[in-house]
């Protein structure tokens, strides 16, 4: 009988850290849904089966900017909507506002434009029948310099709009957070995206560097707002340099767009123009350069990897629905 004891003695407890290495090593499952940053709310097909897919119930929709122009606050690119738009999600408003427009606010101003911006959301959704629910989002990259009065304007929105406000959070406001401050929200939504300037003369992808993004939230599981959200980018571009070294986008271009009998590759994400003529919409000329950035499915999931030892149950926005990115993707990462 004791024969029969020991061996089993012996194998539970390897099973066990077999089973427990199973379990750890499992993949984490997070709810996915979209930036929408359009002026106009039109869902192509692609678009729509996507949305609908998507296991987030929100959508986050810029309905406008706001920008302070000869002294006064303005809307600018103001939401439009097709009569064909429909989709099944929640939708929050969205709302990116410049630097500068905080820069030498009053109290007063402070109050108008948490006021304006509200009764404008309130306007637009109402006159496009919109299904929004109880948040607003707010985004701006803000500084040291205009901490306080925007902060003072998200408590301000908080009150006058009675709703959820979040805001946007970037990833040197993550690293310099005892400059830059701590927004006075319960939830943030992570850009991890932008991690440099395109127009910068740089081998690094400018849309997503990993190891740029793991140094700027290297401290991210010590960041005070405990409620993190995820952005993630799945846009392309081309970065054109001319003779004299300047630089200008063209949107959406990707890897497959350099396959011309005009251009010369000069690496798996450049090319060299060898004829002078209109391309993708532009007149470039021979030995102007383009350069391809684009974000790989290894890329996002190294990402998702490395926030899954500092956060926890954090959801996925993708930036952004557009036919042009979204087919072909794989969101299940």
Known sequence: MLRNIIPMMKVTPLLLILFLAVSCGKKQSHPYTFYYWKTRLALDKTEKDVLHKATDPYLYTRFFDVDKLEGKFQPVGVITKDQSFSNDKNIVPTVFITNRAFLNITNEEIQFLAASINDLITKKSSEYQLKTGNQIQIDCDWTAGTRDDYFKFLKKLKDVSKKT???????????????????????????????????????????????????????????????????LPIYSWGIVTNHLGKHKLINALSEKDLKNPDFKRTSDTEIEIQKDGFYFGSYL???????????????????????????SNFTIIYYQLDSKFVTGQNFSL
């Open 165 to 231: 406000v979040t805001c946007t959070l970037r990833l040197h406001q993550v690293k310099d957070k005892n400059i830059m401050g701590v927004p006075p929200v319960e939830q943030v939504f992570l850009m991890c995206y932008s991690t440099s300037s395109p127009l910068e003369n740089s081998d690094k992808n400018s849309i997503l560097d990993v190891n740029t993004l793991k140094n700027y939230l290297s401290k991210l599981e010590n960041y005070p707002v405990k409620k993190i959200e995820v952005a």
């Open 285 to 311: 000329n021979k030995g102007f350069r383009i350069k391809i950035e684009e974000i790989s499915d290894e890329q996002l999931q190294e990402v998702i990897r490395f926030l899954e030892k500092k956060i």
